[in-house]
């Protein structure tokens, strides 16, 4: 039976979906088949968005293609039971129903997060005791969500300024009440409970209202189904304004508006508050707010050009969107003005006039949604900061899995580099990949950032992406300090070339070579780079200026390679066309340090087309000779080879051709002979096998330094500034030990 959790609330707009986000990347974290399920579904016409955002993340880290049977390929229509009509029309066989497609996807995983419904149809108490009695026949204990904040868009009037998204917050009796009225109802349908969570809660009551519930829940009466219990945790987690913010997608649906110009991608950017620009421009421009979207009337040309000049300009806030309302055309003057003006903040147009316009915006709800990188990166940080995961997990009486997946390998990354909080330097602060990877950074506390670019285009992009990037640092690389301090210590370096001061105030200001003198010099822990250059243009510099750790012949590089159920290290896939003996062995060496770094065992296959001494040629002598040198350098380390990869990999080939090896079979590091096998093997795997590549990370520079793909998605930005994190510690440590 899995181990499941149920998760309900006492009303609607608790900010549920939040939870159940949390719960479930927690529950990735540390079992191998999660799945999530949802007992009703609000139509069977219009997707349901909560459940889409919990597919989309469970299935973020699972390589395509994978085995079913270790990894449950959940689809839309498996996850969801019954909807509001299947109800009403009959509660008890919709009930038999919800169990029957409850227990298909239980059957199927080791964990599933079920999440109840939405109180959009029917009266709370009903609604509550009926996610109540489907908890008890699921035998599934609920984590209740209660709401820190009381009612949503219930003002009639719109202020000029108003802001999206707010409510009350409730008061310590406020929560205490409701938290009787909802353990009564749970009680009287004999379920379990798990914990209990206040949700968008006052910041500066959390303990005010933990005590409330905590109140409560002690004096639950005791019960044969364990629902009283000192040890059941109660939590609580602040109201966040850009959570409950709606998006500019969202408002044009609400507005039956159409996009006329603007950056379609910059529909997803939260809209923080409103503006009513029915004044003339210079009583409007004082009333703009940061993330503010703005109701102008169509026949006010003059206001509308106002707020794009103001939204360009340094000095204004930047806006998260127009909407013309009165349904009147602009002058043709105007939209030859605009075209060329090019404005990327989206321009919305309705029919609607200006007060219901304002008045639909008001009452938007934002949402969490997989369209969403900033909330959902939010979310994630908010749960993590104030829900102990590791007491929900005993509550579950959930250890983690022997077996490692992609999305498990991918937190311990972030968990690890988290830790430490090492500086490191982005140089390609215009690309926006860069930018997304860095707000998730910065969001969940991995590292401090440096990000190379002028500083008001590279935040204006930001928040023109509805991006967080308040906590970085960005730097010019023609700041003339910094400029003028590269210059002299790279001329130094590169004298023995003929480097001139000159030629290096030039060379210095290239984003790659920038980035590494702030690593060189102690600014900077480590550096990323590659999103949007070359292989050589990144680590050129680093050659050259970093250089080579003490004992280390060759800088090389390895892939992380993520399969369904374990990690991999191969070698050298990126940097070294053909590599000696010497430096094979040198390559399988450092391979095995970042191995270790990484918690992998290191086995080490120095692979070959032959086996032990089936075979002879030049090629196969190089990799005899490489193992020989690996053995006489590192006694300690479980080295073998020559060997081919099915030997290394699969222990029954490994059975019948090298019986008697340590390695053979259960290989962990693979060592290649040369680059054309290294790169096509990495990628063949990747492709075919469905894992997740990561990498190249590189090895044996005295400092980190890591290059990305330019095809590099986000989440291997992420993952690659959390690796270079982990070996700029691991580094330090060294450092600080000798």
């Keep these: 039976m899995a181990r499941s959790i149920y998760i309900t609330s006492a009303e609607g707009n608790t900010g549920k979906s939040t939870i159940a986000?949390?719960?479930?990347?927690?529950?990735?974290?540390?079992?191998?088949?999660?799945?999530?399920?949802?007992?009703?579904?609000?139509?069977?016409?219009?997707?349901?968005?909560?459940?889409?955002?919990?597919?989309?993340?469970?299935?973020?880290?699972k390589p395509a293609g994978t085995n079913p049977a270790t990894q449950p390929a959940l689809t839309y229509d498996e996850c969801v039971g019954v909807t509001y009509d299947d109800v009403h029309a009959d509660p008890d066989a919709a009930l038999a129903r919800i169990v029957a497609r409850y227990k298909a996807v239980e059957a199927q995983c080791d964990a599933v997060v079920v999440i109840g419904s939405d109180f959009t149809d029917v009266g709370s108490p009903t609604e509550l005791a009926y996610n109540a009695r489907i908890a008890?026949?699921?035998?599934?204990?609920?984590?209740?969500?209660?709401?820190?904040?009381?009612?949503?868009?219930?003002?009639?009037?719109?202020?000029?300024?108003?802001?999206?998204?707010?409510?009350?917050?409730?008061?310590?009796?406020?929560?205490?009440?409701?938290?009787?009225?909802?353990?009564?109802?749970?009680?009287?349908?004999?379920?379990?409970?798990?914990?209990?969570?206040?949700n968008r809660a006052d910041?500066?009551?959390?303990?005010?209202?933990?005590?409330?519930?905590?109140?409560?829940?002690?004096?639950?009466?005791?019960?044969?189904?364990?629902?009283?219990?000192?040890?059941?945790?109660?939590?609580?987690?602040?109201?966040?304004?850009?959570?409950?913010?709606?998006?500019?997608?969202?408002?044009?649906?609400?507005?039956?508006?159409?996009?006329?110009?603007?950056?379609?991608?910059?529909?997803?950017?939260?809209?923080?508050?409103?503006?009513?620009?029915a004044m003339s421009m210079v009583n409007v421009l004082p009333r703009l707010t940061e993330g503010a979207v703005v109701v102008i009337p169509s026949d006010r040309p003059e206001v509308l050009l106002a707020a794009l000049m103001a939204n360009s300009s340094a000095t204004f806030p930047s806006l998260a969107g127009v909407v013309l309302v009165g349904g009147f055309p602009l002058p043709e003057s105007i939209e030859q003005l605009m075209k060329g003006l090019a404005p990327s903040v989206p321009i919305i147009?309705?029919?609607?006039?200006?007060?219901?316009?304002?008045?639909?915006?008001?009452?938007?709800?934002?949402?969490?949604?997989?369209?969403?990188?900033?909330?959902?990166?939010?979310?994630?940080?908010?749960?993590?900061?104030?829900?102990?995961?590791?007491?929900?997990?005993?509550?579950?009486?959930?250890?983690?899995?022997?077996?490692?997946?992609?999305?498990?390998?991918?937190?311990?990354?972030?968990?690890?580099?988290?830790?430490?909080?090492?500086?490191?330097?982005?140089?390609?602060g215009d690309d926006d990949?860069?930018?997304?990877?860095?707000?998730?950074?910065?969001?969940?506390?991995?590292?401090?950032?440096?990000?190379?670019?002028?500083?008001?285009?590279?935040r204006s992009r930001a928040i023109g992406l509805g991006l967080d990037l308040a906590k970085a640092t960005v730097v010019s690389p023609f700041d003339d300090v910094l400029r003028m301090r590269f210059a002299e210590e790279y001329a130094r370096l590169r004298a023995h070339k003929g480097v001139t001061i000159d030629q290096a105030r030039d060379v210095v200001t290239d984003v790659s070579y920038f980035g590494t003198m702030m690593v060189q010099l102690g600014l900077a822990d480590g550096m990323v780079s590659g999103a949007s250059h070359t292989t050589a243009h990144t680590i050129r510099p680093s050659f050259e200026i970093i250089k080579t750790r003490?004992?280390?012949?060759?800088?090389?590089?390895?892939?992380?390679?993520?399969?369904?159920?374990?990690?991999?290290?191969?070698?050298?896939?990126?940097?070294?066309?053909?590599?000696?003996?010497?430096?094979?062995?040198?390559?399988?060496?450092?391979?095995?340090?970042?191995?270790?770094?990484f918690g992998i065992e290191p086995r080490i296959a120095m692979l070959s087309y032959s086996t032990g001494i089936s075979g002879n040629g030049a090629d196969v002598e190089k990799v005899r000779e490489a193992t020989?040198?690996?053995?006489?350098?590192?006694?300690?380390?479980?080295?073998?080879?020559?060997?081919?990869?099915?030997?290394?990999?699969?222990?029954?080939?490994?059975?019948?051709?090298?019986?008697?090896?340590?390695?053979?079979?259960?290989?962990?590091?693979f060592?290649?002979?040369?680059l054309n096998t290294g790169n096509n093997t990495y990628k063949a795997v990747q492709r075919s096998a469905g894992a997740v590549a990561i990498g190249p990370v590189l090895q044996g520079l005295r400092k980190p330094i890591n290059d990305l793909s330019r095809g590099a998605l986000v989440q291997d930005i992420v993952n690659t500034v959390a690796i270079t994190a982990i070996q700029a510690a691991s580094l330090a440590a060294v450092v600080a030990a000798v």
Aim: proline share 5%; glycine share 6%; with cysteine.
């Design 21 to 61: 986000l949390g719960v479930l990347d927690t529950l990735l974290h540390s079992i191998e088949r999660v799945g999530v399920f949802r007992p009703i579904a609000r139509s069977k016409h219009k997707p349901d968005y909560v459940l889409e955002l919990l597919l989309n993340h469970l299935q973020a880290g």
């Design 136 to 198: 008890a026949n699921l035998g599934v204990p609920v984590l209740l969500v209660l709401a820190g904040r009381v009612g949503f868009g219930q003002g009639e009037g719109l202020s000029q300024s108003d802001q999206l998204g707010q409510s009350e917050p409730r008061t310590s009796d406020d929560i205490r009440q409701l938290t009787d009225v909802a353990l009564t109802e749970l009680q009287s349908e004999h379920v379990s409970l798990l914990g209990v969570v206040v």
């Design 203 to 277: 910041p500066e009551n959390l303990n005010g209202l933990i005590a409330a519930v905590r109140e409560g829940v002690d004096n639950l009466p005791d019960t044969p189904d364990a629902m009283h219990a000192a040890v059941v945790p109660v939590w609580a987690i602040p109201e966040d304004a850009f959570l409950v913010a709606p998006s500019m997608k969202t408002i044009l649906e609400a507005t039956h508006g159409t996009l006329v110009q603007g950056d379609p991608e910059l529909l997803s950017r939260e809209a923080l508050s409103v503006v009513v620009a």
């Design 349 to 428: 147009r309705t029919d609607l006039a200006s007060y219901e316009a304002a008045l639909r915006i008001t009452h938007t709800r934002g949402r969490l949604a997989a369209d969403s990188q900033r909330k959902h990166d939010t979310a994630l940080a908010l749960f993590e900061q104030h829900v102990d995961g590791g007491a929900l997990l005993d509550r579950l009486k959930v250890s983690r899995a022997d077996v490692v997946t992609p999305l498990m390998f991918e937190y311990t990354l972030l968990e690890r580099a988290r830790q430490n909080r090492m500086r490191i330097v982005l140089p390609e």
């Design 433 to 458: 990949r860069v930018l997304r990877a860095a707000a998730t950074l910065l969001a969940r506390d991995v590292a401090d950032l440096i990000i190379l670019g002028e500083e008001f285009e590279v």
């Design 550 to 597: 003490p004992g280390v012949s060759v800088v090389s590089s390895v892939f992380l390679m993520a399969l369904a159920d374990r990690v991999l290290v191969y070698g050298d896939c990126a940097v070294n066309p053909d590599p000696t003996a010497a430096q094979l062995a040198d390559i399988a060496i450092s391979a095995s340090e970042t191995a270790l770094e």
């Design 628 to 669: 020989a040198i690996v053995r006489e350098r590192r006694p300690d380390l479980a080295v073998e080879g020559p060997i081919q990869y099915d030997a290394a990999a699969d222990a029954a080939v490994a059975a019948a051709k090298m019986p008697d090896s340590d390695v053979a079979g259960k290989a962990t590091v």
């Design 671 to 674: 060592i290649f002979p040369d």
